[in-house]
C-alpha cells in the first residue's frame, strides 16, 4: 500500500511565522504536489516536483516555497504566515508522469494561521 | 476562474438512491478524467475514471458519464449507501501538462439512511 504521512494534523501559528509543513511518501514515487483544499474551491495546486531538487509552480504558489532534497519528501514553506493561509493542506504522489497516473494522497493539514 | 465546473456543492439522498454529480470543463485538450472520494479526515483516494474515447465507464455501484461534445461529464452513484457518504471531486488532465490535475470544487453527497 502507498503511504503518504503528513508530519501534522492540526498546526495554529501565529501572522509572519514561518511555517513548514512536511510529506514523506514510501513508494519511490517520482511525483509530488502540495494542494490547498478551501470550500467550493476543491483543491488547488501550489507546487509540484517531477523530482529531487526540481519544482514547478501551480496554480496558486504565491506566499509559498517548496524543497525537495530527497526524492521521499516534500516540504512546504510559509515564509511569512498570513490569515488568508488558513487552510487544509494536502500532500500528493504519483509514481510517473503520465496524465493517467493515479495521485496518493495524505490525509492533510490543517493549518490555522491568527 | 475554475477550468472545472462542478455541481451541486452538497447532496442529500435516501439510501437505495441516485445520487448525479455533474462536471463540465473548457479545456478540450483534456484527456483523462478521474473522480476522487474523500471521507472525513482522510486524503482524496481514486475512485473512478474515464479517457474522452469512451461514453461511459462503469465500475460497481458507480458510473461515469462523458459528453466529448458538451464538455461534460457525471458520475451516477446508484443504490446509494450511507456508506457512500463522502466529499466527491472530479478532475482533468492532459498528456502535455503530464501529471498534474485540475480539481472541481467537490460535492458533500450525505446519504440518510
Known amino acids: 500500500d502507498v503511504k503518504v504521512t503528513q508530519s501534522s494534523r492540526y498546526l495554529v501559528k501565529r501572522t509572519g511565522e514561518k511555517v513548514f509543513l512536511e510529506c514523506v511518501q514510501?513508494?519511490?514515487?517520482?511525483?509530488?504536489?502540495?494542494?490547498?483544499?478551501?470550500p467550493g474551491l476543491g483543491l488547488r495546486l501550489i507546487y509540484f516536483s517531477y523530482d529531487v531538487k526540481m519544482k514547478e509552480k501551480g496554480d496558486i504558489p504565491e506566499g509559498y516555497s517548496v524543497s525537495r532534497e530527497k526524492k521521499e519528501r516534500f516540504s512546504l514553506?510559509?515564509?511569512?504566515?498570513?490569515?488568508?493561509?488558513?487552510s487544509m493542506y494536502l500532500c500528493a504522489s504519483s509514481l510517473a508522469s503520465?496524465?493517467?497516473?493515479?495521485?496518493?494522497?495524505?490525509?492533510?493539514?490543517?493549518?490555522t494561521v491568527l | 476562474?475554475?477550468?472545472?465546473?462542478?455541481?451541486?456543492q452538497s447532496l442529500i439522498v435516501q439510501k437505495g438512491g441516485i445520487s448525479i454529480?455533474?462536471?463540465?470543463?473548457?479545456?478540450?485538450?483534456?484527456?483523462?478524467?478521474p473522480w476522487y472520494q474523500q471521507f472525513p479526515g482522510k486524503g482524496p483516494a481514486l475512485l473512478i475514471?474515464?479517457?474522452?474515447?469512451?461514453?461511459?465507464k462503469k465500475e460497481g455501484r458507480f458510473t461515469i458519464?462523458?459528453?466529448?461534445?458538451?464538455?461534460?461529464?457525471?458520475?451516477?452513484?446508484?443504490d446509494s449507501q450511507p456508506g457512500d457518504s463522502a466529499t466527491y471531486f472530479c478532475a482533468a488532465s492532459n498528456q502535455a501538462a503530464g501529471n498534474k490535475l485540475t480539481f472541481g470544487g467537490g460535492t458533500r453527497v450525505l446519504v440518510k439512511p
Not at chain 1, 514553506?77 to 488558513?86: G, P
Not at chain 2, 475514471?49 to 461511459?56: C, G, H, L, T
Request: aromatic share 14%; proline share 4%.
Open chain 2, 65 to 78: 458519464s462523458f459528453n466529448k461534445s458538451a464538455k461534460q461529464f457525471s458520475l451516477h452513484i446508484m
Open chain 1, 26 to 38: 514510501d513508494m519511490d514515487h517520482e511525483n509530488m504536489f502540495w494542494y490547498r483544499q478551501d
Open chain 2, 21 to 33: 454529480i455533474n462536471c463540465a470543463y473548457e479545456n478540450t485538450a483534456f484527456d483523462y478524467f
Open chain 1, 77 to 86: 514553506i510559509l515564509e511569512s504566515a498570513s490569515t488568508n493561509q488558513t
Open chain 1, 98 to 111: 503520465g496524465s493517467t497516473d493515479t495521485q496518493y494522497f495524505g490525509p492533510g493539514t490543517r493549518l
Open chain 2, 1 to 8: 476562474q475554475q477550468q472545472v465546473k462542478q455541481s451541486p
Open chain 2, 49 to 56: 475514471a474515464i479517457r474522452p474515447d469512451v461514453s461511459e
